[in-house]
């Protein structure tokens, strides 16, 4: 197996400070790669700056303007929650350009899958505001790029990042041509992502929203995958499925309470990956969305390196949570499929 990862230093001059979303998630992560040895079985590849017509792709041209003048005076708050430096611009240019480099060597078919090891994230961004720690919207430029550059016509998003993505949802809400796929704590930031949020028009059923109660763990989101993202992705066949890989869903993030594991993230990694093989030859991009717990970041994309890669054995220095039996889920999941109208 070919396995890309594309990083560059660059992600480490959007400088948060003392920000939970701070530069040292990609030092920490990079130097475990390094010490561990997988670094030497992948194929690295430098990322690029997004063009100024990729990005509108997805952003409004006063939105994208608006962002690099504040860059040029020196950073400062987008909201509440996402700050900039005078190298965010750049960086955040750079981060969906390294989800661009990386869709691209998987879909010329010069690796077999990839991950765009990048910051800022991007799965709360919207076509005309920053939202949570996310300036550009990575995944979702990277999908539209697919979709007008590759002779393809549909395109799966599955998100497991802990928070619900609504920038990329509403990206795609009225657009049948890509499947959006969540599941995040919920009630919880941003509020968006309940069941019943499905899409629009002709993109009825291509919004496909799992929202997970607090304290779930391993056992649901693989119940989750196995029985929603599966039977709908083999209906919707994609050409391509693109992975926003936040790892805050682990039991020790600091931001979020789902309990999932290490282990957890590889088997959903060894799920996506049979269904890549199965529908659209193996074409996966991951990309990183959340995760602040480092030593967890660093251990998980390794673990997802490690299935791209084949290897059986999964590092899991944390282990499992306490086992602590899940209410509500199997009901959930019925009312799920209901919705979605899945046997
Ligand atoms: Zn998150």
Not at 231 to 245: E, G
Not at 296 to 314: C, F, P, R, T, Y
């Amino acid at each position: 197996m070919k396995v890309c990862l594309v990083y560059d230093q660059i992600y480490l001059e959007h400088d948060t400070g003392n920000h939970v979303e701070n530069s040292r998630r990609l030092v920490e992560a990079m130097s475990y790669l390094r010490e561990t040895g997988i670094e030497e079985k992948l194929t690295c590849l430098p990322p690029r700056s997004a063009l100024l017509e990729e990005l509108e792709l997805v952003h409004t041209p006063e939105y994208i303007s608006y962002v690099k003048s504040k860059a040029e005076k020196g950073g400062g708050w987008l909201d509440p929650d996402t700050v900039m430096s005078p190298k965010s611009y750049e960086a955040a240019s750079y981060a969906a350009g390294g989800l661009l480099v990386a869709t691209e060597a998987v879909m010329k078919g010069d690796v077999d899958n990839a991950f765009a090891l990048v910051r800022p994230p991007g799965h709360h961004a919207v076509s005309n505001r920053a939202m949570g720690f996310c300036i550009f919207n990575n995944v979702a430029i990277a999908a539209k790029f697919a979709l007008s550059r590759f002779n393809i016509n549909r395109v799966l998003i599955v998100d497991f990042d802990v928070h619900h993505g609504n920038g990329t949802q509403g990206a795609f809400y009225g657009d049948p041509r890509v499947l959006y796929f969540s599941t995040h704590q919920y009630p919880f930031y941003p509020g968006t992502g309940w069941m019943d949020e499905t899409g629009i028009g002709e993109a009825e059923g291509t919004t496909v929203n799992l929202p997970m109660s607090a304290g779930w763990g391993d056992d649901e989101y693989l119940g989750a995958f196995n029985e929603i993202l599966v039977p709908v992705a083999r209906k919707f066949r994609p050409d391509l499925i693109l992975v926003s890989a936040g790892f805050d869903a682990h039991w020790a993030d600091q931001l979020a309470m789902m309990r999932v594991s290490i282990t957890g993230f590889a088997q959903m990694t060894t799920i996506l990956s049979k269904m890549g093989a199965e529908l659209c030859q193996g074409r996966l991009v991951f990309t990183l969305e959340g995760g602040y717990n480092l030593q967890v970041v660093a251990s998980s994309i390794k673990a997802v390196l490690d299935v791209l890669l084949g290897n059986s054995e999964i590092d899991d220095p944390l282990g499992q949570a306490e086992v602590r039996k899940p209410e509500g889920f199997d009901e959930h999941i019925e009312a799920i499929k209901r919705i979605h109208q899945i046997q």
